[in-house]
């Protein structure tokens, strides 16, 4: 055991050397670290520490004898630093690149706004501070051109062009595929440094020398390679002090916090809390509920990140698209400071720019039709976020040519997704969008100027347990309107009881609820239920039957009949009775289980019993597909 | 010598220590022994939600303390009759190495008796009962003053692999129903 160990310690500190700045503390602490990982063999021990082992015996074997000058592998110069320093650097140098992309979309269109130059200045600085202390050198390079370009910016020696905006941004593309190459590193695989881009270094050198031959050094000088960023930080100032947490530790708060409510809400309704005639305990436990209702609040809001930040990056896209398709766009925000779930912002991040997408490339009118058609030229495409009444609404707009049904309804027949005589409403057949296999890219252009993915897109939402709805006026445009819960963990559900179980339905399936009349109820070989309700006939979902559950004693009629709505289709639900509606806190069954078929996941109930979470989609296809596949329209 | 609290999970059930200590329980008149270092707590009887599809000697989930685990009836599962529960009938909370993570999952058993500390010696192999009888979670027999205890190895017990196969199961079940 001792024998690797000895080995170790001089390749430690010969791959330390090139590094430029980590102090001798550092040094010392990681070499504690590092033995304590060779001396434990268990295989349970794969953490992290156990890999700069690995890659120090490599850099051993690569080059025995490190001099200072040759220039570093990716893997020499982050392991001879400090994972975990490296790791926040790329949280870190992330947020900066984002306040770039923000600061320079915002340039783009105010390129006076001395507020934005200097924070974009300072982004680029601080990059190039942290990099240059972890001996990044490359991205220290490159941050460094571009800082004094931008210096050059701040001091009026250059005016600000679309094509010097266009190059900050690919450098920041450059930054961004540096530091996923950082992240693979960490995370065990040996990824080199993306190489310098010349053509895009040439750029950036020759929109330096465009005005001013003489780079100013007193910059280069300044911003020495240990310069701390927290000056840079710190002038952010918009920014409120913050903690950086684990997000499993914040998912096992929210999950507490949950339960310390179902906890007091038992306590709050126990009976001899209530025959009691001790005032003062029942007044302490509604004390006790307030604020577990506050701690609830809080925790929650903890979970919620705004927007706006997804905003912008859609906004890069249209940017993006703008310039490289000749169709000049105002691209409008607003209700960036809506929160909701960051698990959400993540997964709407593929649908949004999926969106902005489509209606750029096909909503969107060139200049020239624009101004035939009287529109003012430049397209308006757009976000816009709100709460609205427990959800959040999304709201992805264009002012194009608009969606046009007849088009849409001829095109879906002959795919033979509908059929030539049957009737639809507009709404309808705009929806056919979202069917699979409707249409594709070079096809859809001239016929919906939609289409392309965009059953992907529902897929995505309707995972997210959203839905979406698309407003279109012909000539004017299309809205489509992504309306998601606040957030995943906890869902609004049905309590209904099923055969002395209880299930939760959540309320975003349920249609309607009713009891059916005798004479609306009918079958097929006797077994096969349908009701008819209104000019539907839906077919009869037993829950019992399809859980094999003790089949319940009474008859349809006085069961619940919920009308129960999936992706593509309308059944009835029976269920023996409601018992009520809860929030309640998602938990998966584990691992055990895996997949239950209809079954989305398990939730404590009130009283601190497990009801399981029905999944619509699920409980329809576990069995039968005997029963009929859509409502027959009558 | 006692288990190694380090037991890693990968340790496959023939490299299992037998030796150590035991927390009995009682089916009937057969005394069974949970290694202590896997049971996490004894809680009380209730109530579970019904799993669609699962094996009928899986009870359902339950809610302990926040966390949803699966629960199964142990007299169902060895074919036992079926008897009135108790004020002694409790459920087992142990730990089971799935993959390469531990999770909990409960026993519902007659009563808990005691922890005994077992030595190798005293453990003997299952017999051979000659009719190819195979009880694969049986870790060994283990002879005591008190009796015979039957040492079992929880994640065979809980036929972790099974049940994880349940859903693949259910899966084609629910074609066949659907092709009827």
């Known amino acids: 055991m001792n024998k690797p160990t000895a080995k170790l310690r001089p390749t430690k500190n010969s791959s330390r050397k090139p590094v430029s700045v980590p102090s001798e503390k550092k040094a010392k602490e990681e070499a504690v670290t590092q033995v304590e990982s060779i001396n434990n063999e268990f295989p349970l021990s794969d953490s992290p520490e156990s890999e700069p082992v690995e890659a120090n015996k490599e850099t051993l074997n690569a080059e025995p004898q490190t001099l200072p000058t040759p220039p570093l592998s990716i893997a020499q110069t982050y392991l001879g630093g400090d994972l975990d320093l490296v790791a926040d650097f790329t949280i870190e140098a992330r947020e900066h690149i984002a306040s770039i992309e923000k600061g320079l979309l915002t340039l783009e269109h105010h390129p006076d706004d001395k507020d934005a130059i200097h924070s974009v200045f300072r982004a680029f600085h601080s990059i190039k501070g942290l990099a240059g202390f972890l001996g990044l050198d490359q991205i220290q390079a490159r941050t460094h051109e571009v800082e004094t370009l931008l210096d050059g910016v701040r001091n009026g020696k250059h005016s600000l062009s679309s094509t010097l905006v266009d190059v900050v941004l690919h450098s920041t593309d450059y930054l961004s595929r540096s530091l996923r190459a950082l992240d693979q590193s960490i995370g065990g695989e040996q990824v080199p440094l993306p190489a310098l881009d010349i053509v895009l270094l040439g750029r950036v050198r020759d929109l330096q020398q465009g005005k001013i ?108 698209l703008s310039r490289k398709s000749g169709k000049s766009v105002d691209f409008q925000t607003s209700g960036e400071d809506t929160e909701l779930d960051r698990n959400i912002v993540e997964e709407l991040a593929d649908p949004l720019v999926h969106m902005i997408r489509n209606s750029m490339d096909h909503g969107l009118e060139i200049p020239a039709e624009r101004l035939k058609s009287g529109k003012n030229p430049t397209g308006k495409v757009g976000l816009r976020a709100a709460h609205q009444a427990g959800v959040i609404v999304v709201e992805v707009f264009d002012d194009g040519r608009g969606l046009d049904a007849q088009k849409i309804r001829a095109r879906a027949i002959e795919r033979g997704i509908i059929s030539e005589g049957s009737e639809h409403t507009e709404e309808e057949l705009y929806n056919l969008i979202f069917v699979p296999g409707f249409s594709t890219a070079s096809e859809v252009t001239d016929v919906s100027g939609r289409g392309v993915g965009m059953d992907v897109v529902k897929r995505h939402i309707e995972r997210l347990r959203g839905r979406i709805e698309i407003r279109s006026t012909l000539g004017q445009g299309t809205t489509f309107l992504l309306k998601l819960p606040l957030t995943l963990a906890i869902i609004d559900g049905l309590i209904v009881g099923v055969g002395g179980q209880r299930y939760i339905l959540p309320i975003v399936a349920v249609k309607e609820m009713f009891r059916p009349s005798r004479d609306s109820l009918t079958s097929i070989e006797g077994t096969k239920e349908m009701v008819r309700l209104r000019d539907l006939v839906l077919p009869v979902v037993r829950l019992s039957e399809r859980f094999n559950l003790a089949p319940s004693s009474h008859g349809l009629e006085e069961s619940l009949l919920i009308i129960t709505e999936t992706e593509s289709r309308q059944f009835c639900l029976v269920v023996d009775e409601l018992v009520g509606r809860q929030e309640v806190v998602i938990k998966s069954l584990g691992e055990l289980f895996g997949n239950v078929p209809g079954v989305a996941g398990g939730a404590i109930l009130g009283d601190g019993q497990v009801g399981l979470i029905l999944d619509p989609a699920g409980v329809f296809e576990t069995q039968a597909r005997e029963v009929l596949e859509e409502p027959v329209l009558v | 010598m006692t288990v190694s609290p380090s037991i890693s999970p990968s340790r496959s059930n023939t490299l299992f220590e037998r030796a150590g200590k035991y927390l009995t329980f009682e089916l009937g008149n057969e005394v069974y022994g949970l290694p202590v270092l896997r049971v996490r707590e004894v809680i009380g009887k209730q109530a579970a939600a019904k799993i669609p599809h699962a094996p009928e000697y899986v009870k359902g989930v339950i809610n302990l303390r926040g966390k949803v685990i699966p629960i199964i009836d142990l007299r169902m599962k060895f074919g036992l009759e079926q008897v009135e529960q108790t004020d002694r009938t409790c459920i087992i909370v142990v730990q089971l190495n799935v993959r390469k993570s531990a999770i909990l999952a409960g026993a519902v058993v007659d009563r808990v008796s005691e922890v005994v500390t077992i030595a190798a010696a005293d453990i003997d192999d299952t017999p051979d009962f000659g009719d190819g009888t195979n009880l694969p979670y049986v870790l060994g027999i283990a002879k005591t003053k008190d009796g015979v205890r039957i040492l079992v190895d929880p994640d065979v017990l809980f036929e972790v692999a099974q049940l994880m196969q349940m859903q693949a199961a259910t899966q084609s079940q629910g074609d066949r129903e659907g092709d009827e």
């Not at chain 1, 100013?216 to 710190?234: I, K, N, Q, V």
């Not at chain 1, 709050?268 to 005639?277: G, I, P, Q, V, Y």
């Not at chain 1, 604020?291 to 903890?302: G, K, L, R, Y």
């Open chain 1, 213 to 320: 031959t003489d780079t100013p050094a007193s910059l280069t000088g300044g911003s020495g390679a240990s310069s701390p960023p927290a000056d840079a930080s710190r002038a952010r100032g918009v920014e409120a002090s913050r903690v950086k947490v684990d997000t499993h530790k914040l998912d096992a708060l929210v999950e507490m916090v949950g339960e310390l409510v179902v906890a007091q809400s038992l306590l709050r309704h126990d009976e001899r809390l209530k025959h009691d005639a001790n005032a003062i305990i029942a007044h302490k436990v509604s004390h006790m509920a307030r604020i577990t209702s506050e701690v609830q609040q809080i925790t929650m809001s903890m979970r919620m990140v705004p927007i706006g930040q997804l905003f912008q990056k859609t906004a890069r896209l249209a940017r993006d």
